[in-house]
């Protein structure tokens, strides 16, 4: 399933790197501790996260995630998207909370035919 | 020690310098790739040096990170001038931090770090003087133990 499927489906936004939302998303990861999402998540994850400081792209970039999601109506620092840009990594943006977004997320790759 | 011979690179970090936190770690994995390091072990060096680059940038107020390519090996020294661990156990134990609220904020300082460098490398080693500084070194063994 690609990235821009989960946007269009799901209704998100994305703010940068829209020729990156062929990205193949193989799995997903949510967490806020950068050290938990270095040691833990997998290359071609869309990472889910509160985080909106410029170190989550180099968290992304480092772990290949497929794109950061970030939830709860949270506007990423300009510097973010600047690097994001700059690293070739979509920054997409949900109003949903965290848990339900993930659910939804979840839901689409596991049951979608 | 490693053999100066293999040395390959050494990177100078600022202490909270958190702007650049990454950017040692994204230059190594580059360096790695265009020398043909499998994937595998380019995976587990980007944990390792992101989390010790981390720790400079967090903690210290300043430090380098060397890397060395020995013929069955990557090689991954940390050294830093700064504050120190006051007690090396307890510093590795997963959860303790003694990070100040604003690195916790940005999600850095879950106590976290030196668990994932020990875990990702084949051998570890870490050693601090209180009020001098830090010094880790991980080893990688290209073809696995």
């Known amino acids: ?113 | 020690m490693p053999n100066d011979e293999y040395l390959e690179g050494i990177y100078y970090i600022q202490g909270r310098d958190f702007v650049d936190a990454g950017i040692v770690s994204s230059e190594m994995k580059k360096k790695l790739k265009e020398k043909g390091i499998p994937e595998g072990i380019i995976r587990k060096v980007a944990i390792i040096t992101f989390e010790a680059e981390v720790n400079i940038i967090s903690y210290a107020e300043h430090g380098t990170i060397k890397y060395y390519l020995e013929p069955e090996a990557v090689v991954i020294e940390a050294n830093d001038v700064g504050a120190g661990i006051e007690d090396i156990e307890l510093a590795q134990q997963e959860g303790y931090s003694t990070a100040d609220d604003s690195i916790r904020e940005m999600g850095f300082g879950a106590g976290m770090g030196l668990a994932n460098i020990k875990n990702h490398s084949d051998e570890f080693e870490i050693s601090s003087v209180p009020c001098q500084g830090t010094y880790l070194r991980s080893i990688i063994y290209l073809n696995g133990k």
């Open chain 1, 1 to 113: 399933m690609t990235l821009e499927t989960i946007v269009e489906k799901l209704g998100l936004k994305c703010k940068c790197c829209w020729e990156k939302l062929g990205n193949e998303v193989v799995g997903g990861y949510a967490g806020d501790l950068l050290s938990d999402v270095m040691g833990n998540s997998k290359k071609g994850d869309v990472w889910v996260t509160r985080q909106v400081h410029l170190n989550i792209v180099a968290v992304a970039s480092l772990k290949e995630h497929a794109g950061i999601v970030i939830v709860n109506g949270a506007i990423p620092d300009k510097e973010t998207l600047e690097k994001a840009q700059k690293e070739g990594i979509p920054i997409i943006i949900s109003d949903l909370p965290e848990f339900e977004l993930v659910g939804k997320i979840y839901d689409l790759m596991h049951h979608a035919l």
